[in-house]
Structure formats: C-alpha cells, structure tokens
C-alpha cells in the first residue's frame, strides 16, 4: 500500500514575509538580531553575514560545505572572518516546519540562543506564515547504510519510506543517565515533541567555559543546568526526557546542512555536532548511497496551515546542482 495515495503535495515552501529576532549569542554573550526572509524557490536557506568588521556583507549557505567548527556548536563560515554560529536550532525549525527557502540576515557572530529551544522560531515563523512556490520539493533517498564511529559513539543512515530520527544518549549521570528516542519527523511531532527541549550542561562544565571566555551568554533563562546531582532550574523540566529531545532537536538542526530533506532513517548513539556532521559528510561523499527524488505538486490547500506534508515522489531527479 502507498502510505503517500491521497495526499496534498505542496510542493517548495518559503516564509510569506519578513519577521526580526532579538537576543543575545549563547557564547558571546552579545546582543544579535536576526530577519528571516522570504527566499525564492530552489536557493535553500542561507545566511547574510552583516556588521562584518572591515568586510562587505557576506552570504554563506547552510549546507555541509559551509561548515567551518563543530566543537561547542555548529559553525558555518571561517571562524576567523565572517561566520555564523549556533545555527542548529533555526535550522531544525525551518527543516521541522518544511521551510524549504529562506534568507536570514544576521548582524553578529552568533544566532541568538532565545530561551534555548528552537521554540522561539517556530512561533517567529508560524506567525508570519509560509506560502507554497509551486516548484517541486527534491529529496535525498536512502538507498544503502552509511555509518561513521567514533569510539562508542556511533551515527548511520539507513533506508526508510519517510524522514526519522532514533538517537540514544548515556550519561554517568543520574539526572541524565540513558535516554532514547525514535520519531518521525513531521511539523506537528517536531512542534509538539522537539521544538521546545533546551540546551542543557553541567554548572561545572559551565563554570570552566566562562573562565576560557566561552558560554558567556549562558543562564537558567536559555539552558537546563545540572549541578549536585539535580536540575538547577527552578522550573524543572518541561520534559521527563527533555535532554535527549535536545539531541534530537540538534540533530534534525545539523541533517538539514545536506541542503536538501531527507527519506530516510538516521540512528545515532552517544552522539553531537561533530558526529553528525562526519555522518553528513560521509553521505554525500557515497554518491552510491542516496539519490535525489522529486515530489509531484498539487493544488495548495484552500486554508494555509502547517499540516501534514508527505511527499509523492515521481523517477530520480538528478539535477545540475551540487548537493
């Protein structure tokens, strides 16, 4: 049976207009603004690097190529020039939400940390609405498993009907301790069970990366932080497992850098930007691992919303663009 008979296939979506977030950088600790764009079909989701010392205004792509540091966060650019940090929950929101072309201008380093989440975004983009562009939706297609290890920590890709995630974390910690999670990844699983997990830590680890100039940005206002065997945060958590939710969240954020969605599984052990993103690399360097497919696109729906989007696919399509 085709799951996918029946369903609406909306095609490319971009934002119906501009909406503007203001915070500060999570490590910097400095005040940053963001405007997410409308973006025409096929461009993707690209950062404009602006207030860029002694340099013109600067566009990098959020794509795999752009990647320039993994350790704390994911950075794209040249960590020395113009460059964009922590851009993993905005891109889980666009790729959670199925934006598929936008353009976010940034005037700092450093994509604002918000409450921790990628909440903030969801709500930023919700309110001003996506629009379909009419132009079919391309996808990265499984074919093969590709699997990348690094000590005990492991991630693959592995073939699978739609988009889904199962990752697992294992902390000698009993706050945290062993977690999993498997879930597909749709607007509303990624609305109601991912966008609202924050960013979590240790107050000793904390504590160290003040001291080595880092975190500067970090609080009980934008991360969940353990200290003496329990969560320091008055309020909890807003989740039983919320820790391996963020993992989750980050991961959806640093898959989304293929530039393209995905059909497929991604399963992941113990761990993080560095591992995710040797797993992306890895994929797209097995050209014989993946194709691209193309959906069909039908009439948009009378009433916009985010509902459900399953693609139709049609034959691989593969086009002239580098992946």
Known sequence: MDFMAGTKKRGQRTLKGRTTLSGIGVHSGLPVSITLSPAEPNSGISFLRTNVPGSPDVEIPAHADSVGATELCTVLGDPKGASVATVE????????????????????????????SARPFVDAIEKVGTVAQGAPRRFIRIAKPVRVESGAAFAEFRPFARFRVEISIDYDCTVIGRQSLAIDVTPKNFRDQIARARTYGYMREVEKLWAAGFALGSSLENSVVIGDGAVVNPEGLRFPDE??????????????LTGTPILGLYRS??????LNAAAVSALLSRRDAWSLVSETVEREPR?????ELVPGLVAPVFAPEVL
């Open 303 to 307: 009433q916009e919303g985010h509902g």
């Open 89 to 116: 929950h905005l891109l889980a929101a666009f790729a959670g939400l199925s934006v598929d072309n936008a353009i976010v201008e940034i005037d700092g380093p450093e994509v604002p940390v918000m409450d921790g």
């Open 243 to 256: 820790f391996v939710r963020h993992k989750v969240l980050d991961t959806i954020g640093d898959l989304a």
């Open 269 to 274: 052990h113990k761990g993080g930007h560095k």
